[in-house]
């Protein structure tokens, strides 16, 4: 059972684009402000005259986090309830730049679309794997291009995304409800924190070559370095929470809602097949409807503004970040090789009705793409499954 069923079967805001109503309702001057934020660009929107380098992007976000850490743990030592207060969003900082090495930045330079040559492409990603102590370049070369982006593997139990998922108990035949319970359970669960850690211990010290394992020794330095300057608790806050158990939970979100997981046993391998089983993923809600008034319009507003802060904000920054929004432009039309515009590239293919239907197989919400996926698993052939 292949993606396109779960799309007729979403609801409304998947299908119809929320963006659109933006497009309409807001001023011109607001709209790449809803692209950047939302991921999705309005149809006909130009690329932006200016757009962050890809090298200028891997220096901002290799400070980010040490910058959070100093800023968290000089706010919690000097007025710790200010620093308390404002964990919550040093922790999205912290998360959003750990992340963004892996899942962005260290994914882009081990497709070589960051620097011109591959021996910078592999530089910058020594640097980044190491700071948030992930996939060296090896592993990750093995399982991500040759393995995940393989059509014939792409999302089936040989994919090493999706073993990974059913090893963590999502796998094919379980109903929806199960698997929400499953996820809930993950989260929380010491084993999951468990086996992400040994997999990253393993990564950086066993399986990586001399010279990236002292880089990961090295940069661990620095962190047990900052340990001693602060107290154990501090320490604990700004760095321990951040780059164990909250980048897990963001890592596992972004898995399991990033394509149609464990949908098929054999991936036949053609265009149409595989674009079924990768999407977008955009974060807005839906605007109030225009004919409220008094209180009603206040209540719409209130609502509309604390869901973009509370649920797509966090989502953004702590799930999606960067262009994880269009990653099905990246498997689809792997010749875009300039990442840093894929967030309008995408929207010009589709305006131009070059898209292999993207538009048709877009989401809103994370909630919306995770059920999707939990669908799309609940109706698979059991015999997906290994015991």
């Known amino acids: 059972m292949l993606a396109q069923s779960q799309f007729e079967d979403a609801p409304d805001h998947a299908r119809v684009s929320i963006r659109e109503e933006y497009a309409k309702r807001l001023p011109a001057f607001a709209q790449q402000l809803v692209t950047r934020f939302s ?109 995940h982006h393989s059509r014939k593997i792409f999302t089936t139990a040989a994919d090493p995304d999706a073993a990974f998922l059913m090893q963590m108990g999502f796998r094919p035949g379980m109903s929806r409800r199960a698997l929400w319970r499953q996820l809930r359970r993950t989260v929380v669960s010491p084993r999951f924190h468990l086996i992400f850690l040994q997999a990253r211990i393993r990564t950086n010290f066993l399986t990586a070559p001399w010279h990236r394992r002292l880089a990961a020794a090295a940069w661990l330095a620095g962190l047990v370095g900052a340990a001693v300057l602060m107290p154990a608790w501090v320490f604990a806050a700004t760095v321990v929470i951040p780059l164990l158990p909250l980048y897990h939970i963001s890592g596992l979100l972004q898995f399991l809602s990033e394509h149609a997981w464990l949908t098929t046993e054999n991936a036949a391998g053609n265009k149409e097949e595989y674009a079924a089983r990768t999407w977008g993923r955009f974060c807005l809600e839906p605007l109030p409807a225009t004919g409220l008034a008094g209180w009603a319009k206040v209540r719409g507003w209130a609502r509309w503004a604390a869901r973009m802060a509370l649920v797509q904000l966090p989502t953004r920054y702590g799930v999606v970040m960067g262009d994880l929004p269009v990653h099905d432009l990246h498997h689809l039309f792997p010749a875009e090789h300039d990442w840093t515009k894929s967030l309008w590239i995408r929207q010009q293919r589709i305006d131009r009705g070059e898209s292999q239907g993207m538009e048709n197989r877009e989401f809103y919400t994370l909630a919306d793409a995770i059920d999707a996926v939990f669908d799309g698993m609940s109706r698979a052939n059991t015999n997906t499954a290994t015991n």
């Open 39 to 147: 991921g999705k660009a309005a149809a006909g929107q130009a690329v932006p005259g200016r757009v962050v380098p890809g090298g200028v992007n891997v220096a901002l976000t290799l400070a980010q986090w040490p910058t959070a850490i100093a800023v968290g743990a000089a706010t919690l030592m000097t007025h710790p309830v200010l620093g308390m207060a404002s964990l919550p969003a040093l922790w999205l900082v912290s998360v959003n730049a750990l992340r963004k090495d892996q899942a962005v930045l260290g994914h882009h330079a081990v497709h070589r679309e960051i620097a011109e040559t591959q021996r910078k492409n592999y530089v910058i990603q020594v640097i980044l794997s190491s700071a948030s102590f992930v996939h060296n370049w090896e592993d990750y070369f093995e399982d991500h291009v040759r393995g």
